[in-house]
């Protein structure tokens, strides 16, 4: 069983930045995959923040575009999100998670029910 450890998170000042790391056990990237960031907030249901497909194509939620960025190191088996312009309704959960190549040509990605495999997740907390 492949398994996916974050890393990265903080507590941040409104207008700061911060970058979160996945680690995979072992490559995922021998084959057509999708792995994505997701996030949740206390009270909220878990949301999509970002998808990036084997291939580098990449889909942001509205909230997020323009402020974060997905990226992958293949040959280190790490998933990045580089996070700017951080706000207070940032504060989350983050989570990463590798699913099906398919799932990253999904209008659905956002939900996340394509994902089988989960990190343990990482705060993000923004103080208003």
């Known amino acids: 069983q492949v398994q996916l450890v974050e890393s990265g998170g903080g507590s941040v000042q409104s207008g700061g930045s911060l970058r979160l790391s996945c680690a995979a056990s072992r490559s995922y990237y021998d084959s057509s995959i999708c792995m994505g960031w997701f996030r949740r907030a206390p009270g909220k249901e878990r949301e999509g923040v970002a998808i990036?497909?084997?291939?580098?194509?990449?889909a942001y939620a509205d909230s997020v575009k323009g402020r974060f960025t997905i990226s992958q190191d293949n040959a280190n088996n790490t998933l990045y999100l580089q996070m700017n312009s951080l706000k207070p309704e940032d504060t989350a959960t983050y989570y990463c998670a590798a699913g099906p190549w398919r799932s990253c040509y999904s209008g659905y990605w956002p939900m996340g029910a394509d994902f089988g495999v989960w990190g343990q997740g990482t705060q993000v907390t923004v103080p208003s």
């Open positions: 990036i497909s084997s291939s580098g194509g990449t």
